[in-house]
Structure formats: C-alpha cells, structure tokens
C-alpha cells in the first residue's frame, strides 16, 4: 500500500479548473519529484495535499485512510507536513523559536521526544544549532530556508512537502539543500518535492511526476526522466 495515493484529483479556483485529473502515488521511504513549468499545477497539488486547497473530485488516500475531507491541521497530525518556503520563516523569533513552532503539533509528547526530534534537527542542520539564539529574519536566504525545513521536521512528518526549497538561493547553497534533502530521505522520512531544478531534482529523485496545464504527462525513475530527450529538451535546456 502507497503512503500517499491520488486519485483521479481535479481542483480549481472558482471557474478556473487547475487541475484535471491528476493521479499519483509516494510509497513510504521514497523521494518523489513533481516537475513542471510555470501554472502547471505543482503548488495546488501541493495545497490540495496540505488540505488548504478542497477537491472537485477525486480521492487522497493516506496510509491507506480517505483523507480527502480532512481538516488541512489535522493532516499535520497524522504525519503529513509541509515545510514554509524560506520566507515562511517567523523574522522577529529565534531559530530555536521557529522550530519550537514546529513541534507545537506535538506538544502533548514527552520532553525527551522533543529533545531527541531537536537533537536530530540540529545534526542535520548544524549551523541552526550554532545560531539558534539568532532572530530568523536576520539570517540568510539559505539560513532561512534551512529553518523552514528544521521546523517542518519537529513535528515529524511521515510525508513531508516540500515546494521548491532551492527557489531564490545561490548555486552553491543550493547543493547543500539538495543534500540535506537527500539526507532527510536517507534517514527515513518520506518526501514529496516540488522542484523547477530539474537537474539536481531528478538525478536524487526515486521517481518524478511531469506535470503539463494541470495532467501528468510523464511519470518514471528519476534517472530515466533525466534521460528522456523530450524531458532534456523541455526542461533541462538541452536541446
Ligand atoms: P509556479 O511554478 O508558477 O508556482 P505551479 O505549477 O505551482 O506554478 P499553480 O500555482 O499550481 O502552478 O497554478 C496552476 C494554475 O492555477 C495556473 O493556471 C494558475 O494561474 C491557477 N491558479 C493558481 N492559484 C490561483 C488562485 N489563487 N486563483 C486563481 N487561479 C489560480
């Protein structure tokens, strides 16, 4: 059974339908990839998933659970979580601030839990352990974008979301977040990610989803899609 199983999912704005008829699946342990240009529909995928976009039709199942109807805060406690885009980050609190918002969906655990969840944040991400007492907005695009991801891992997603975590940043930083994502999914967690780096997406991605005016048109393994000609062509400008 698929951690994460869409199916047949149409979601609009008003009149305007976004997406028509998407199906896709995560398997628990997976990176997954949703790639596509600009309006194709990888954000309100994203949204309808979180639970702040409604359905038109179709089915979300988690964990083999219909969450479809489910309360977008709701989701976040049954594990699944998605990480602020780097500015989502609280400017006038702390580093450790921000993450203790993070872990607020699970405040009814044991302090040893949050000492072991903040510990393994702080592994991943050791420059957040060496600014923790820093005020988030002061902190670089980088920075901040790291926040973002430590906070959205204190409430210990089971599916994490993450769209387009490498937007706005330098070249070299954008490695390092690559790599951390990596590192995420390498030590358990499964994630979907919304990337127009499609380069470094697909070649760390298990599989990748095509998304073309709200369809898929391609799915497949990462390395396979980073092969396709058409997908070079199209979106990792080689012709
Ligand atoms: P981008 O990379 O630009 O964020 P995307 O693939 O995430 O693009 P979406 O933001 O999901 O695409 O948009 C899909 C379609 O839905 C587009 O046609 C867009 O214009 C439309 N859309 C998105 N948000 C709204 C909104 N709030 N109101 C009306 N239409 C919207």
Redesign the pocket.
Same mark, same amino acid.
């Given at each position: 059974m698929p951690l994460l199983e869409i199916k047949d999912m149409v979601v609009g704005?008003?009149r305007?339908e %976004?997406l028509h008829g998407i199906s896709l699946t995560v398997e628990e342990g997976e990176l997954v990839t949703l790639i596509? %240009?600009?309006?194709?529909?990888?954000?309100?995928?994203m949204r309808a998933i979180s639970g702040v976009r409604p359905l038109t039709r179709g089915t979300i199942l988690f964990d083999g659970e219909d969450i479809t109807k489910m309360k977008a805060h709701v989701r976040v406690l049954t594990g699944i979580v998605q990480a602020p885009e780097g500015r989502g980050v609280f400017p006038g609190m702390t580093v450790q601030e921000n993450l203790d918002m993070g872990h607020y969906a699970r405040k009814f655990e044991s302090k040893a839990a949050y000492q072991e969840t903040l510990d393994r944040v702080f592994e991943l991400f050791p420059r957040l352990a060496e600014r923790r007492s820093q005020v988030g907005g002061t902190m670089s695009g980088g920075e901040q974008q790291m926040v973002a991801i430590g906070r959205a891992l204190m409430a210990r997603p089971r599916l994490l979301l993450l769209d387009e975590p490498s937007m706005g940043l330098a070249p070299m930083i954008i490695q390092q977040i690559f790599r951390i994502i990596s590192d995420i999914n390498a030590l358990g967690t499964t994630i979907l990610l919304?990337e127009?780096n499609a380069q470094q997406a697909l070649s760390r991605s298990d599989r990748a989803y095509i998304?073309e005016t709200?369809e898929v048109v391609k799915s497949g393994p990462g390395k396979q899609l980073l092969a396709d000609p058409a997908i070079k062509e199209a979106y990792l400008g080689v012709a």
């Open positions: 704005y008003g305007i %976004a596509g %240009a600009n309006g194709a529909g990888k954000t309100t995928t919304v127009q998304l709200g």
